[in-house]
Nanobody, 127 residues
Framework: QVQLVESGGGSVQAGDSLRLSCAASVRTFIIYAMGWFRQAPGKEREFVAAITRSGGSTYYADSMKGRFTISRDNAKNTVYLQMSSLKPEETAVYYC????????????????????WGQGTQVIVSS
């Protein structure tokens, strides 16, 4: 059973930074492509960032480019999301997602492409 557990959420001020972590309870983390999504109150869940198995390639939603950084430490079975210059409208529950893949250079940007999901971590950005 694959479990993803997010942590690092909290309440910050606009313009602040925050780093989220997602720990995966899997035997071979390196075969999993990973991603982050978020869901604001009253809105649909949306894509934030994705990373390939090796961490060699990343992809971001347009509004996050330059402010968010996704990374992974395969030795620690953990993926991170470093967020900076946070905005109040980015208040949301942030979810980690993962899927096994044989493709080492592929990342995934759609919810339906992921198999496993964490329970989410709340991020509140105050103005």
């Amino acid at each position: 059973q694959v479990q993803l557990v997010e942590s690092g959420g909290g309440s910050v001020q606009a313009g602040d930074s925050l780093r989220l972590s997602c720990a995966a309870s899997v035997r071979t983390f390196i075969i999993y492509a990973m991603g982050w999504f978020r869901q604001a109150p009253g809105k649909e869940r949306e894509f934030v960032a994705a990373i390939t198995r090796s961490g060699g390639s990343t992809y971001y939603a347009d509004s996050m480019k330059g402010r968010f950084t996704i990374s992974r430490d395969n030795a620690k079975n953990t993926v991170y999301l470093q967020m900076s210059s946070l905005k109040p409208e980015e208040t949301a529950v942030y979810y980690c997602a993962g899927r096994e893949t044989l493709l080492s250079s592929t990342y995934y940007t759609e919810m339906k492409q992921y198999t496993y999901w964490g329970q989410g971590t709340q991020v509140i950005v105050s103005s």
